[in-house]
């Protein structure tokens, strides 16, 4: 498709439970970036990463949370033993690589409700 | 610590009236800072930007402003319409290939 893919689009799951996201970026683009936003809160930086560089993981909320990107292209953020504080909405985005920002703009997809009951 | 701060939650116009959006943020070093826009169920999507060497960017019903000294920039829509009510997000960048950092957003609805 033209646009960033995520599946799957919503998933229950049991507090204790292992769960795997999947991204989808924009044939071509080189970064690419996990958020997540929570009930009422805005969006949350978990990770980045830009083309072959070591991903910046800075915004991983614990070690429970983890994520690659497999040939530069799709991308896996795999959340371990779930917690009820995980149900957010994961969004995913890429972007090309720029010279400077430019227009800026990240390319989201409609991001993966997670709920943990 | 919040680098980039939207301090309204919620902001409720009449049609055809301005809208303005605030938005705040701490890290000096931000060299871009854009505003996305999000309806339910979607992803957010890019609206409009400006660079920190500017101090007002245009494009149609959109304006951005951006006050460096302050560290405060606003988005101005005028008119606004009834298909504007979404959530607005700020985010501040420093660095061309780098990750940006969002505000918690702010809903604004467009009264009919």
């Known amino acids: 498709g033209a646009g960033v893919s995520q599946s799957p689009s919503n998933k229950v799951t049991e507090k204790g439970k292992d769960v795997e996201l999947r991204c989808d970026p924009i044939?071509?683009?080189?970064?690419l970036y996990w958020y997540r936003q929570s009930l009422g809160q805005g969006l949350e930086f978990l990770i980045y990463f830009q083309g072959n560089s070591a991903p910046d993981k800075s915004g991983l909320p614990s070690d429970r949370f983890s994520a690659e990107r497999t040939g530069g292209s799709v991308s896996t953020l795999t959340i371990q033993r779930t917690q009820q504080e995980d149900s957010a909405v994961y969004l995913c985005?890429?972007?090309?690589?720029?010279?400077?920002f430019g227009t800026g703009e990240l390319f989201f997809g409609e991001g993966s409700r997670l709920t943990v009951l | 610590d919040q680098q980039v701060k939207q301090n309204s939650p919620s902001l409720s116009v009449q049609e055809g009236r301005i809208s303005i959006l605030n938005c705040d943020y701490t890290?000096?070093?931000?060299?871009?800072f854009l505003w996305y826009k999000k309806y339910p169920a979607e992803g957010p999507t890019f609206l409009i930007s400006i660079s920190s060497i500017k101090d007002k960017n245009e494009d149609g019903r959109f304006t951005v402003f951006l006050n460096k000294s302050a560290k405060h920039l606003s988005l101005h829509i005028v008119p606004s319409q009834p298909g504007d009510s979404a959530v607005y997000f700020c985010?501040?960048?420093?660095?061309?290939?780098?990750?940006?950092?969002f505000g918690k957003g702010i809903t604004l609805s467009v009264r009919p």
């Open positions: 985005a890429s972007s090309s690589h720029r010279e400077s």
């Open positions: 985010a501040a960048v420093r660095g061309a290939n780098s990750k940006l950092t």
């Open positions: 890290n000096s070093m931000f060299d871009y």
């Open positions: 044939s071509g683009h080189t970064a």
